[in-house]
């Protein structure tokens, strides 16, 4: 028989994997089986009998590789990914420079008002994708806007940014602006856990601000700026919000824009559930590609200078 003070030996160490419990069953539940069961579709595919009418005229049958195939053939699925990889180079160097901007201003001993212009920085972030780009896609009607109603009265030229190359920078516009708030926050609050004593020591050896900020605070503050880079490139492949909240506000967005829409016109428009499942993979394999390899090489790089 086992002693009490076994009995109570044994309930302390499973105690930490009795808190983990709930946790893990809502992610397995919400996070593991829905993944699993879209990659378990991917593979699948329905079979049509003759006209495909009466029972059992349509059978799901295993497909292996063909969806894959076919999503990897896709014009509309390749010329998607090419937007949104011209639309990332767009957004993600702009938003981080502007976060990293933002960040040292804010941490200057000579800005005022620094909690009020944190809130005003950071606010964009804390509204919703879909009312964002709502908001900005009236401002870019020129029969709504009111910028275009001031071009008009200064007999300014009015640049239709719904269309062509200009298209690109509305809709990056939309992401900068709602995103920099956040990244700008991680970066602030990796400057204000640096030790006052490590400036105060430059300051004696005669640096100024600019050199601070660039040989002091931009080096410590890297591993922000990795995981920040990390971020935008998953919320960049994962762009939906802003082009298919601006789709019916112009003809120059395509409801196949970019890779995530593709997946919903399959999935919810062709009601070809396998197809989707393949492409919405895809999109995850290479997000985690991206974003393992650019861990790795910044850590590589972490190393090489520590060891040096």
């Known amino acids: 028989m086992t002693s009490p003070a076994r009995r109570r030996s044994y ?3 499973g105690a930490p994997y009795a808190f983990l419990i709930p946790a893990t069953t809502l992610f397995s539940l919400f996070f593991v089986l829905p993944i699993g069961y879209a990659v378990w579709l991917s593979f ?3 079979h049509v009998f003759g006209l ?3 029972a059992g ?3 799901e049958v295993w497909a292996g590789l063909e969806n894959y195939k076919d999503a990897l053939t896709d014009n509309e699925f390749y010329e998607g990914a ?3 990889l011209g639309y990332g180079c767009i957004v993600v160097p702009v938003m981080l420079g502007l976060a990293l901007l933002f960040a040292l201003m804010l941490d200057s001993e000579r800005v005022r008002l620094t909690p009020f212009t944190r809130l005003a920085i950071f606010l964009p972030y804390a509204i919703p994708g879909v009312v964002a780009a709502l908001l900005w896609g009236f401002l870019y009607l020129p029969a709504v806007s009111p910028f275009y109603y ?3 009265k200064l007999h300014l030229p009015q640049p239709d940014l719904l269309s062509g190359g200009p298209l690109y920078l509305a809709l990056s516009n939309i992401a900068v602006w709602g995103g920099t708030g956040f990244n700008m926050i991680v970066i602030y609050t990796s400057l204000r856990s640096i030790p006052a004593e490590v400036y105060e020591a430059a300051k004696l050896d005669g640096a100024s601000p600019l050199q601070i900020a660039l040989r002091i605070k931009i080096p410590m503050v890297a591993p922000s700026l990795v995981l920040t880079f990390f971020f ?3 919320a960049t492949l994962q762009v939906f919000n802003e082009p298919m909240t601006l789709k ?3 003809n120059s967005v395509s409801t196949t824009w970019s890779p995530l829409m593709k997946v919903y016109v399959d999935a919810f428009a062709k009601g070809d559930i396998y197809s989707a499942a393949a492409e919405a993979t895809l999109i995850a394999i290479a997000t985690l590609v991206l974003s393992f390899g650019f861990l790795r090489a910044a850590n590589r790089r972490n190393k090489q200078e520590g060891a040096q």
């Open 248 to 250: 019916p506000l112009t």
């Open 44 to 46: 699948r595919k329905v």
């Open 52 to 54: 495909g009418l009466g």
């Open 232 to 234: 935008s490139i998953i």
């Open 11 to 13: 309930g302390v160490k």
């Open 57 to 59: 005229a349509r059978t």
């Open 150 to 152: 001031l071009l008009d």
């Open 82 to 84: 090419l937007r949104v």
